[in-house]
Structures are given as structure tokens and as C-alpha cells.
């Protein structure tokens, strides 16, 4: 079969799933059906591939080309064109045909030339008849999505939003009007994003014109949440609820209401819908930031005709995290609709996905500077058994306690079994470590954090596991000496969660919430105001959601309404770590570091004599910053004593906020307009533009021309270094390289970074990591090369081994294999370590082998019987061909030690009709 024949057959299926009937020109029967695809239509340029026809009228034309065309496809937009502006034979109409469609039998793309500014996108299949029919008979023609978005929104009420708020509609509205097809609205915790994003939707409804909204949610219970948030909203312009105005749907089935306007669903629940992969209920009660997707979840998502592509105009994200860029990413590819992101904390991956189009970004920091929410304090907890774990010698007589259960025996041990503290609570649980951290929180509060307090203030504890939310309730119940209203466990295992957690924010008991996951993200509780962290976190965005849960701003009527002898509004809250969380999370979401090898010292002493370059700036704040968290309460009063009362944290973040680019230029319109001079941000000049720079630099940097602080800060510098290079050695990570060949280095590397950044979407490597759909993602080996080369290339000359040894200079600690030869894959690393995908650098054949050991674990785990001796020989040979090529496929048998093991033939005869796909998913799982 030719791959034209191929791509049609491709293209035929894909408009019968959509219910158009196919029909060649010489047997065509408009009649037989509301929706009608003709072969080989003659036109007067020639004959189209496909005429599109509604209720017997010509409406679209697809242009269908080979598979291999591939992204190439947009090359066949002119030829589209042409055809839908020829005559059609027995056509009496010669208005263009509106709908225009390139199809091969992998990608389809889609122009409505009746937009303000016909754009092509990608869509995931054909439309059904019945849509184009009904975009058709809107009134006053023409009037698509896009023509309404482009036109002027009513303004905006301000009563009852926040200026936060208000910036966030308008941000996104605007950019709707451009027809961006990803926004994102970055908000802090706390600053109202499910409100400002009900508003933006209410005007999307009502002025817009969308016919329907999907609302994703990570977890169950912020889907009720959410749902409640909608049925309490009144709209600016009309006394009436949102849910009297629009009927809402949280979805618990695959069923869609065909009336529902909006629809609230996990994201676990509508990759179900449109997979056919059966989903338990409890999944929507874990957050998809506790879950790494693993080979069991490999059904990629299929057109349903019960959820058309078109079912949603627009989908809101909210809290949109990781989930998003793996397995779940294909619900998003799925739906022709505007994406809008909600979150509090972005990072790299988030951007990029969203396209680096950000309508709003409101910080932690301004929402504290602004009362929305509240700063917090950082109280250490640790004990010796924490910290060095213990051991049990052979033959102690100990409970032994089974973990599903929570039956015990008495038993002597088997063996000495030495334990660290990371096991603790899974595979060990030592009752006096959570004793000792209970009894410390206790005294720690009473007597130090909130001394004036007669009742203990609200406290949520995160456990490791619902086994270890057990034994620390027993253990609070025992320390406080309360009974079981006092401390309850809220995790998504216990049939009453919902009623406690109701209890937690409003009543007097529960003082004290131990949960696993439920209250993890986005569940607002407001009185809050101690969180102990007993389990550790390791994602960074994970992490600054757990801690939001303590920031939320509270009037003093309310906090007293649960707490009755607090002495006026809530003003912070107190983080507790007692398992070192905050030193294992490092929050900073940019590198700020631009001199590693100067001192503290010197920076300092280089401000205050005039240096005020932005990396001497930056790589200052970058030192207060880090220094700021590791300070105690009478260090931090020395320094405040010195610089008027600023905290050092905020002497850092001022002179960050100076060299925001946006203030500068602002300040420099400010300042021209005093000087009675017209200027617009195109217009100002570059010295206009230093000046106001300069200005906003100097006023952040005069509290260090004072002596007395630069030596306090550096002598409170010294005091914190002992101790942490005496416990942490992270702190070496900037020393050891400095001078020429560090500046060599440095060089280097932000040459890589900016070649990444400007040439992503020109090199194929590239494009794999950015922007893919999921169902096309793909590494070869061809692409690797094509990297290598461009970047070996003068000016550049960044081969993978010079590369490698600048990572080595300028972020050692992160870096492994620095002393062992590069492989031409070892590019795929560096690729990853330098858009932030991985964390550390290591080479690509030892990244595989990790990934290998991971995924066989996994395989054999699931397996009714685990791999035989042949066939893990066979799967290390595999392996072995990934690390060094990237991929494997069919053809690669062929080749080298495959080969000469017997070939294709061979593995076959190994592992039958499994082995094509074991390739896939060994691609998949070792690669990307």
C-alpha cells in the first residue's frame, strides 16, 4: 500500500468515527446523510481531495497528504485555500468555502476562514457535521469564537475583586482576543484564583458566547470544593448565583450533561472517559503530584462520539502541575479548545507549556506586602534517631505489626537490622522518635511560638502514610492528654473526611488535622496557623502547595471564632520541619547566582563603592536570600538593627524588584513625564531607560553603604557557615573554581542555554523536549546528531565533552561522570539538565540503566511471572542499544551485537508477539 493510499484509508475512518459518510464524486448521494465527504471533487483548478458537505451545501474542503509529510503539513495551507475559493462544479454559490482542513492519516489541521484572522491549528480529529451546521446557523454571520473575543469585552467591575484579580481577567481576556490559544495566570496561594477564574467564565458565558467550559481539578475533593465556590458566586451585574445562571456539572460519570455549561472533572476521570481505561473512584482521591505514572497506565486516549473534540470551548487548569506534561497531557491535546492555567507555583515546564504567554503573575511576596496572605517562620525539630536512624540487634523481642491490617505479634528479630531515618515510618516505626517530635511542637508552641495562647492553635500534620497518620493521633492524643475529638485523621480513606475537615475550619475541634494527601493542595483552611512536617518532599512545587495551606490572611473576629484567646488578626503562621524539608527543597524558581567565586564579603564591599552591574546585584540578593532562611530570631534582629528595620530577606528581594525590567520602565515614563516630556514605552530611550534603572538600584543598594551592617551580615555569615559546613557540605557546591577558567566556564554554559532557548523549535532534539503532543513524541538518534553538529559548529564550537566539563566547573555538586568519556547521547542530558527537566547531570547511559532498573522492577512486580534468564539477556542487549542510540526499533536488529545473537528472528522466538510492545515501552520508559 502506497502511503498516499494509506493516508486516505486513515483519513476516511476518521471522518466516519466523526459521522460523515465518504462517498466518491461518481457515486455521490447528498441525501444520505446530514453529512457528506466527496472524493475527488472537480473544481475549476483541479479536483479536490475532499469537499465537505453540510445538509447538502459545499461547507469545507481537506487537503489530505501522506504521512510523510509530517509537521511539513502547513506547506499545503495555499493549496487548501485555492480549492476552497474555486468553483465547485454545480455550485451556484461562489462565496469561499469556510472550513479548511490538511489532513495526513497522523495530523489533521483546521482553519475557520470566517475568524477575524484565520489562523490554522491542530486539532486531535474531524468535527461532526452537526458543529459545522451549527456554527453555520449562528446569527449575524459571520460570528465564530474568535470573532466575539476580538471584540471589546464590557468593562470589568472592580467591587468585590482584588486589583490582583482585576489584572487577571483583564490579562486574559486580552489575551483571548488575540486568539492565544494557552494562557496562564500565575496567583499566589490564597489570592482567590478559583474566584477570579469563575468571574473570567462568567464573562466568557454571558459575553462571549461559549457554549461550554471544562473546570480540571487534581482531586475529588477540590472538585467539590470548586463546585461550592460557584454555587456561593454572585456575578457583579445580576443579584442571581452563578448556578442559577448556568447549569454546572461535576462530573461522576463518563456521562456529559448535553445542558451543562460548565463541567467540574479530575483530570484521572476525563482521561478515563476518552481512553477506555476503567478508572476506580479512589484515584480521584490521591493528587497526581503522590503519583509517578508508570507502564500501567499506556492506553492513549481515542476519539469518543459521545465527547466530540468540540465538546469544550475553553479548559481551565487549576493547580496545573506536573500531571499535565506526561500521560495526562493528552486529555488537553484532545479537545479543540482555548487552555487556561491556574497556579501558585510554576516552573520552568509550566511556562513553556503555556508558551511563556503569562497574563498575570501576582507573587507570595506581594500578597503578604499586600495583607492577602500572611508571612510565615520556620521552627527545626530534630532528634538523634531522626537524624542517624538506630538499630535492633538479632533476637530483641519487638511488636511486629502488619501494615494493611494493623495486626501485631510479638516476635523476637531474625537478624540486626540497622535503619536510617529515611525509613522510618515504612519499613520501622519507632514510637519514641514521634513521641519526642510531638512533646518538642508542644513546648515549642506553648512556651516560645505562642505563648499568650490557652488553647493550641490549629494545626495540620502531614504523615508519610495513612499507617503513620495512625501512630502519630495515638501519640498527640497520649502527649496532650485529650481525647478523640482533640486530634482526627483527615486523608481520603476515612468516610467522615469531609465532615471533619468542615469541623477542622470552623469549629472548635479538631485542634489538631492529621492527613496524608487531602489537605495537601488547594483545600482552604484558614485558621490554620502551625503546619509540622513529619514526611519529607521531594518536588519542589508539591512542596510550596503543602505550605500554602498555612497562608491564607484571617480577620481577628474569625480567628477568635475558633480560636478564642488569640490576640488580634492572623499574622503568620509557623512552619515546624522535623524531618529537614526545608533544607532537602530548595524553593528559589531561578538561578540568581552570577558570582560563584566571590565572597559575601566582597560583594558587599563592591556595592557600597559604586558596583552596582546586574550580576554583582543579583548574585548579592542571591547570598541574603539563601542567608535570610538560615537565621535565627535574635541574628535576624542584629541585622535589622544595622538597616532601619528590614528584615535581610527584604533587603535581598528589594534588590531583586530593582532590576525588574517592567518597574524600570516605568519608573523611566514616570520620570519623563515630570520632566514634562512625552514618551511612550517604544519611545523612551536607552538613556532614559538607565537613568531610572540606576535609580531604582541605588535606593535598594544605600543600606549597604552603613559599615556596621556589611559587618554584621558578614560576621553573622561566618557564625552560620561553621555550622553548616560542618553538617551540610552543599555549601561547597561554589567553591574551588574561580578566575579565567570559571569565567570560561560560565561562558560556556549560558551559550548553551541561549542556543536552546533561540534555536528550540528549528532543531528536531529540541523539539522533542519542548512541545510535542504525547502521541508524537519521538528521539532518534538522526536527531541527536543534527544537534551535535549545529552546535560544534563555529562560532558555538560546544562539543558534548567541553560541555560536560563547564556543567563540572560551574555546578559540580550536580554533576556526575565528569572524569569519564562523552558519548554523542550524553547530549540528551545535557539537554535536559539545561531546560530543568532533570535536576542533575549525569551521562545518558547511566540515566538509562537507572530507568532500566526501575522499569524491569516494575515489569516483573506486575507480572504473573517475572522475566526468564533468555529474556533478560535480550532486554540488557536492548538496553544497551537505547543507551547508545537513543531508541530501538525493528530494524536495529539488524545491527552489531542484536545481530550476531540471532536478529529480529531470535527475539521472537524470546518473547512472541510482546516484543514490539516491550520496544515501545522501553522507548518511552528509558528516554524520555
Same mark, same amino acid.
Given at each position: 500500500?502506497?502511503?498516499?493510499?494509506?493516508?486516505?484509508?486513515?483519513?476516511?475512518?476518521?471522518?466516519?468515527?466523526?459521522?460523515?459518510?465518504?462517498?466518491?464524486?461518481?457515486?455521490?448521494?447528498?441525501?444520505?446523510?446530514?453529512?457528506?465527504?466527496?472524493?475527488?471533487?472537480?473544481?475549476?483548478?483541479?479536483?479536490?481531495?475532499?469537499?465537505?458537505?453540510?445538509?447538502?451545501?459545499?461547507?469545507?474542503?481537506?487537503?489530505?497528504?501522506?504521512?510523510?509529510?509530517?509537521?511539513? &503539513?502547513?506547506?499545503?495551507?495555499?493549496?487548501?485555500?485555492?480549492?476552497?475559493?474555486?468553483?465547485?462544479? +454545480?455550485?451556484?454559490?461562489?462565496?469561499? =468555502?469556510?472550513?479548511?482542513?490538511?489532513?495526513?492519516?497522523?495530523?489533521?489541521?483546521?482553519?475557520?476562514?470566517?475568524?477575524?484572522?484565520?489562523?490554522?491549528?491542530?486539532? *486531535?480529529? *474531524?468535527?461532526?457535521?452537526?458543529?459545522?451546521?451549527?456554527?453555520?446557523?449562528?446569527?449575524?454571520?459571520?460570528?465564530?469564537?474568535?470573532?466575539?473575543?476580538?471584540?471589546?469585552?464590557?468593562?470589568?467591575?472592580?467591587?468585590?475583586?482584588?486589583?490582583?484579580?482585576?489584572?487577571?481577567?483583564?490579562?486574559?481576556?486580552?489575551?483571548?482576543?488575540?486568539?492565544?490559544?494557552?494562557?496562564?495566570?500565575?496567583?499566589?496561594?490564597?489570592?482567590?484564583?478559583?474566584?477570579?477564574?469563575?468571574?473570567?467564565?462568567?464573562?466568557?458565558?454571558?459575553?462571549?458566547?461559549?457554549?461550554?467550559?471544562?473546570?480540571?481539578?487534581?482531586? !475529588?475533593? =477540590?472538585?467539590?470544593?470548586?463546585?461550592?465556590?460557584?454555587?456561593?458566586?454572585?456575578?457583579?451585574?445580576?443579584?442571581?448565583?452563578?448556578?442559577?445562571?448556568?447549569?454546572?456539572?461535576?462530573?461522576?460519570?463518563?456521562?456529559?450533561?448535553?445542558?451543562?455549561?460548565? #463541567?467540574?472533572?479530575?483530570?484521572?476521570?476525563?482521561?478515563?472517559?476518552?481512553?477506555?481505561?476503567?478508572?476506580?473512584?479512589?484515584?480521584?482521591?490521591?493528587?497526581?503530584?503522590?503519583?509517578?505514572?508508570?507502564?500501567?497506565?499506556?492506553?492513549?486516549?481515542?476519539?469518543?462520539?459521545?465527547?466530540?473534540?468540540?465538546?469544550? @470551548?475553553?479548559?481551565?487548569?487549576?493547580?496545573?502541575?506536573?500531571?499535565?506534561?506526561?500521560?495526562?497531557?493528552?486529555?488537553?491535546?484532545? *479537545? @479543540?479548545?482555548?487552555?487556561?492555567?491556574?497556579?501558585?507555583?510554576?516552573?520552568?515546564?509550566?511556562?513553556?507549556?503555556?508558551?511563556?504567554?503569562?497574563?498575570?503573575?501576582?507573587?507570595?511576596?506581594?500578597?503578604?506586602?499586600?495583607?492577602?496572605?500572611?508571612?510565615?517562620?520556620?521552627?527545626?525539630?530534630?532528634?538523634?534517631? %531522626?537524624?542517624?536512624?538506630?538499630?535492633?540487634?538479632?533476637?530483641?523481642?519487638?511488636?511486629?505489626?502488619?501494615?494493611?491490617?494493623?495486626?501485631?505479634?510479638?516476635?523476637?528479630?531474625?537478624?540486626?537490622?540497622?535503619?536510617?531515618?529515611?525509613?522510618?515510618?515504612?519499613?520501622?516505626?519507632?514510637?519514641?522518635?514521634?513521641?519526642?517530635?510531638?512533646?518538642?511542637?508542644?513546648?515549642?508552641?506553648?512556651?516560645?511560638?505562642?505563648?499568650? !495562647?490557652?488553647? %493550641?492553635?490549629?494545626?495540620?500534620?502531614?504523615?508519610?502514610?495513612?499507617?503513620?497518620?495512625?501512630?502519630?493521633?495515638?501519640?498527640?492524643?497520649?502527649?496532650?492528654?485529650?481525647?478523640?475529638?482533640? #486530634?482526627?485523621?483527615?486523608?481520603?480513606?476515612?468516610?467522615?473526611?469531609?465532615?471533619?475537615?468542615?469541623?477542622?475550619?470552623?469549629?472548635?475541634?479538631?485542634?489538631?488535622?492529621?492527613?496524608?494527601?487531602? &489537605?495537601?493542595?488547594?483545600?482552604?483552611?484558614?485558621?490554620?496557623?502551625?503546619? =509540622?512536617?513529619?514526611?519529607?518532599?521531594?518536588?519542589?512545587?508539591?512542596?510550596?502547595?503543602?505550605?500554602?495551606?498555612?497562608?491564607?490572611?484571617?480577620?481577628?473576629?474569625?480567628?477568635?471564632?475558633?480560636?478564642?484567646?488569640?490576640?488580634?488578626?492572623?499574622?503568620?503562621?509557623?512552619?515546624?520541619?522535623?524531618?529537614?524539608?526545608?533544607?532537602?527543597?530548595?524553593?528559589? %524558581?531561578?538561578?540568581?547566582?552570577?558570582?560563584?567565586?566571590?565572597?559575601?564579603? @566582597?560583594?558587599?564591599?563592591?556595592?557600597?563603592?559604586?558596583? !552596582?552591574?546586574?550580576?554583582?546585584?543579583?548574585?548579592?540578593?542571591?547570598?541574603?536570600?539563601?542567608?535570610?532562611?538560615?537565621?535565627?530570631?535574635?541574628?535576624?534582629?542584629?541585622?535589622? $538593627?544595622?538597616?532601619?528595620?528590614?528584615?535581610?530577606?527584604?533587603?535581598?528581594?528589594?534588590?531583586?524588584?530593582?532590576?525588574?525590567?517592567?518597574?524600570?520602565?516605568?519608573?523611566?515614563?514616570?520620570?519623563?513625564?515630570?520632566?514634562?516630556?512625552?514618551?511612550?514605552?517604544?519611545? =523612551?530611550?536607552?538613556?532614559?531607560?538607565?537613568?531610572?534603572?540606576?535609580?531604582?538600584?541605588?535606593?535598594?543598594?544605600?543600606?549597604?553603604?552603613?559599615?556596621?551592617?556589611?559587618?554584621?551580615?558578614?560576621? &553573622?555569615?561566618?557564625?552560620?557557615?561553621?555550622?553548616?559546613?560542618?553538617?551540610?557540605?552543599?555549601?561547597?557546591?561554589?567553591?574551588?573554581?574561580?578566575?579565567?577558567?570559571?569565567?570560561?566556564?560560565?561562558?560556556?554554559?549560558?551559550?548553551?542555554?541561549?542556543?536552546?532557548?533561540?534555536?528550540? @523549535?528549528?532543531?528536531?532534539?529540541?523539539?522533542?523536549?519542548?512541545?510535542?503532543?504525547?502521541?508524537?513524541?519521538?528521539?532518534?538518534?538522526?536527531?541527536?546528531?543534527?544537534?551535535?553538529?549545529?552546535?560544534?559548529?563555529?562560532?558555538?564550537?560546544? %562539543?558534548?565533552?567541553?560541555? +560536560?566539563?563547564?556543567?563540572?566547573?560551574?555546578?559540580?555538586?550536580?554533576?556526575?561522570?565528569?572524569?569519564?568519556?562523552?558519548?554523542?547521547?550524553?547530549?540528551?542530558?545535557?539537554?535536559?539538565?539545561?531546560?530543568?527537566?532533570?535536576?542533575?547531570?549525569?551521562?545518558?547511559?547511566?540515566?538509562?540503566?537507572?530507568?532500566?532498573?526501575?522499569?524491569?522492577?516494575?515489569?516483573?512486580?506486575? !507480572?504473573?511471572?517475572?522475566?526468564?534468564?533468555?529474556?533478560?539477556? +535480550?532486554?540488557?542487549?536492548?538496553?544497551?542499544?537505547?543507551?547508545?542510540?537513543?531508541?530501538?526499533?525493528?530494524?536495529? *536488529?539488524?545491527?552489531?551485537?542484536?545481530?550476531?545473537?540471532?536478529?529480529?528472528? $531470535?527475539?521472537?522466538?524470546?518473547?512472541?508477539?510482546?516484543?514490539?510492545?516491550?520496544?515501545?515501552?522501553?522507548?518511552?520508559?528509558?528516554?524520555?
Amino acid at each position: 500500500m502506497t502511503p498516499e493510499l494509506r493516508a486516505r484509508q486513515l483519513i476516511d475512518q476518521r471522518l466516519m468515527e466523526a459521522g460523515w459518510q465518504v462517498q466518491d464524486y461518481r457515486t455521490l448521494n447528498l441525501g444520505a446523510s446530514a453529512g457528506v465527504a466527496v472524493r475527488e471533487y472537480p473544481t475549476d483548478t483541479g479536483p479536490a481531495d475532499y469537499v465537505l458537505f453540510v445538509d447538502r451545501h459545499a461547507v469545507g474542503v481537506i487537503e489530505a497528504k501522506r504521512d510523510e509529510a509530517g509537521e511539513n &503539513i502547513t506547506v499545503a495551507e495555499d493549496q487548501t485555500s485555492r480549492y476552497a475559493n474555486a468553483t465547485l462544479k +454545480w455550485r451556484s454559490s461562489d462565496l469561499p =468555502l469556510p472550513f479548511l482542513f490538511e489532513a495526513t492519516g497522523q495530523i489533521i489541521r483546521f482553519t475557520d476562514g470566517r475568524d477575524p484572522v484565520p489562523r490554522s491549528r491542530e486539532i *486531535f480529529h *474531524f468535527f461532526r457535521p452537526q458543529q459545522l451546521a451549527e456554527w453555520l446557523a449562528e446569527p449575524a454571520q459571520p460570528n465564530t469564537l474568535r470573532r466575539r473575543l476580538a471584540q471589546q469585552m464590557p468593562d470589568l467591575p472592580a467591587q468585590n475583586l482584588r486589583d490582583c484579580q482585576v489584572g487577571a481577567v483583564t490579562g486574559l481576556e486580552e489575551s483571548l482576543a488575540l486568539a492565544k490559544p494557552r494562557a496562564l495566570i500565575h496567583m499566589a496561594t490564597g489570592a482567590g484564583k478559583t474566584f477570579t477564574a469563575i468571574t473570567a467564565m462568567y464573562r466568557l458565558l454571558k459575553f462571549a458566547g461559549a457554549r461550554r467550559i471544562l473546570f480540571l481539578v487534581d482531586t !475529588r475533593n =477540590l472538585g467539590q470544593q470548586a463546585h461550592q465556590e460557584f454555587m456561593a458566586y454572585t456575578p457583579p451585574d445580576d443579584a442571581r448565583k452563578f448556578t442559577e445562571l448556568y447549569n454546572v456539572q461535576r462530573l461522576a460519570s463518563a456521562s456529559i450533561d448535553p445542558h451543562a455549561q460548565v #463541567c467540574i472533572s479530575t483530570i484521572q476521570r476525563m482521561y478515563s472517559i476518552l481512553s477506555g481505561e476503567p478508572m476506580d473512584d479512589s484515584a480521584e482521591d490521591i493528587s497526581l503530584s503522590e503519583v509517578r505514572q508508570t507502564g500501567k497506565q499506556q492506553k492513549l486516549v481515542r476519539y469518543n462520539p459521545q465527547v466530540p473534540i468540540e465538546t469544550f @470551548d475553553f479548559i481551565v487548569i487549576d493547580e496545573c502541575h506536573r500531571s499535565i506534561y506526561n500521560l495526562w497531557k493528552q486529555v488537553l491535546d484532545y *479537545f @479543540d479548545a482555548f487552555l487556561v492555567g491556574l497556579t501558585a507555583t510554576p516552573d520552568k515546564r509550566t511556562f513553556g507549556f503555556f508558551n511563556e504567554n503569562i497574563v498575570a503573575e501576582y507573587t507570595y511576596e506581594q500578597s503578604v506586602a499586600d495583607g492577602v496572605n500572611v508571612g510565615y517562620d520556620v521552627w527545626e525539630i530534630e532528634t538523634e534517631v %531522626t537524624r542517624a536512624g538506630a538499630e535492633l540487634k538479632a533476637r530483641e523481642w519487638v511488636d511486629h505489626r502488619d501494615r494493611a491490617t494493623r495486626a501485631k505479634r510479638w516476635a523476637e528479630t531474625e537478624e540486626d537490622t540497622l535503619y536510617t531515618g529515611k525509613e522510618l515510618d515504612r519499613s520501622v516505626v519507632n514510637p519514641s522518635q514521634i513521641r519526642q517530635v510531638i512533646l518538642a511542637m508542644k513546648t515549642a508552641v506553648e512556651t516560645q511560638i505562642f505563648p499568650a !495562647r490557652q488553647e %493550641t492553635p490549629k494545626t495540620l500534620i502531614f504523615a508519610k502514610t495513612d499507617s503513620h497518620a495512625d501512630d502519630i493521633i495515638h501519640c498527640v492524643r497520649e502527649v496532650y492528654g485529650q481525647g478523640n475529638a482533640f #486530634c482526627r485523621k483527615v486523608t481520603y480513606s476515612e468516610k467522615e473526611a469531609d465532615s471533619v475537615l468542615q469541623a477542622f475550619r470552623n469549629d472548635y475541634h479538631p485542634r489538631i488535622a492529621v492527613t496524608v494527601d487531602m &489537605i495537601a493542595t488547594g483545600t482552604d483552611v484558614k485558621p490554620l496557623e502551625v503546619l =509540622l512536617f513529619m514526611r519529607d518532599v521531594r518536588s519542589k512545587g508539591y512542596y510550596e502547595q503543602m505550605k500554602g495551606r498555612g497562608v491564607r490572611s484571617l480577620s481577628a473576629d474569625k480567628l477568635r471564632s475558633v480560636s478564642a484567646s488569640a490576640d488580634g488578626a492572623k499574622t503568620r503562621f509557623v512552619l515546624i520541619d522535623a524531618v529537614g524539608v526545608e533544607k532537602s527543597c530548595k524553593t528559589e %524558581t531561578r538561578s540568581l547566582e552570577r558570582k560563584p567565586g566571590q565572597s559575601l564579603k @566582597d560583594l558587599l564591599q563592591g556595592v557600597a563603592l559604586g558596583h !552596582r552591574d546586574d550580576d554583582t546585584v543579583l548574585s548579592l540578593a542571591n547570598r541574603l536570600v539563601r542567608l535570610a532562611r538560615l537565621l535565627d530570631a535574635k541574628q535576624q534582629a542584629r541585622i535589622e $538593627k544595622h538597616s532601619g528595620g528590614a528584615p535581610v530577606s527584604e533587603l535581598g528581594r528589594a534588590l531583586i524588584a530593582a532590576l525588574n525590567p517592567d518597574a524600570i520602565q516605568q519608573a523611566a515614563l514616570a520620570a519623563a513625564q515630570a520632566a514634562g516630556i512625552t514618551r511612550s514605552a517604544d519611545t =523612551l530611550t536607552q538613556q532614559e531607560i538607565t537613568a531610572a534603572r540606576n535609580a531604582r538600584v541605588a535606593a535598594a543598594c544605600a543600606a549597604f553603604d552603613k559599615p556596621e551592617l556589611r559587618d554584621e551580615i558578614e560576621s &553573622i555569615r561566618r557564625e552560620r557557615e561553621q555550622i553548616i559546613d560542618h553538617v551540610n557540605l552543599d555549601t561547597v557546591n561554589f567553591s574551588g573554581y574561580s578566575g579565567q577558567a570559571e569565567t570560561q566556564a560560565q561562558q560556556t554554559v549560558q551559550a548553551f542555554r541561549d542556543y536552546i532557548a533561540a534555536h528550540k @523549535d528549528e532543531i528536531a532534539a529540541l523539539s522533542f523536549f519542548y512541545a510535542q503532543p504525547y502521541q508524537r513524541r519521538a528521539l532518534t538518534f538522526d536527531m541527536i546528531e543534527e544537534l551535535h553538529e549545529a552546535l560544534s559548529r563555529p562560532p558555538l564550537m560546544l %562539543t558534548t565533552e567541553r560541555l +560536560w566539563s563547564a556543567y563540572a566547573r560551574v555546578q559540580q555538586a550536580q554533576v556526575q561522570g565528569a572524569g569519564i568519556r562523552r558519548q554523542l547521547t550524553d547530549l540528551v542530558s545535557l539537554v535536559r539538565f539545561a531546560i530543568g527537566l532533570d535536576g542533575e547531570l549525569r551521562p545518558f547511559s547511566e540515566a538509562v540503566d537507572k530507568r532500566y532498573a526501575d522499569w524491569i522492577w516494575r515489569h516483573n512486580a506486575k !507480572r504473573a511471572t517475572a522475566f526468564t534468564p533468555e529474556q533478560m539477556e +535480550w532486554l540488557r542487549l536492548m538496553k544497551e542499544h537505547i543507551a547508545t542510540s537513543c531508541s530501538i526499533g525493528r530494524e536495529d *536488529f539488524d545491527y552489531a551485537e542484536l545481530a550476531s545473537r540471532g536478529g529480529l528472528q $531470535k527475539a521472537w522466538a524470546v518473547f512472541g508477539k510482546e516484543i514490539d510492545a516491550l520496544m515501545v515501552e522501553m522507548n518511552g520508559e528509558l528516554v524520555a
